[in-house]
Nanobody, 120 residues
């Protein structure tokens, strides 16, 4: 299975920062477009941020100005840089990436999630 892998979660205090990574499953696969979702305890999964194949980004209102979504130049790894974290950012964070298999062929891939816990 072609699955991206998240990493970088952890326990931090309010006001601190974390950077999540989303790694493609090796050569020759590349990330074409990507989104980060999160699921707080007992709640539904929600969209946090997206980045298109040409670098256009969108953000949920709750994270606008605090989170930055990006990919590396080779598009093998995507990131979610999170600043000024709040307790309400506590959630399991999931990466959803469109992996470019070959020209014109994309594979939709989800990671297994990484836990982010923000203490007050």
């Amino acid at each position: 299975q072609l699955q991206v892998e998240e990493s970088g979660g952890g326990l931090v205090q309010a006001g601190e920062s974390l950077r999540l990574s989303c790694t493609a499953p090796g050569s020759p696969f590349r990330i074409d477009a990507m989104a980060w979702y999160r699921q707080p305890p007992g709640e539904r999964r929600e969209l946090v941020a997206t980045i298109s194949s040409d670098g256009f980004t969108t953000y949920a209102d709750s994270v606008l100005g605090r989170f930055i979504i990006s990919t590396d130049d080779r598009k093998t790894t995507g990131y979610l840089q999170m600043y000024s974290l709040k307790p309400e950012d506590t959630a399991v964070y999931y990466c959803n990436a469109g992996l470019l298999i070959r020209p014109g062929k994309l594979h939709d891939s989800w990671g297994q999630g990484t836990q982010v816990t923000v203490s007050s």
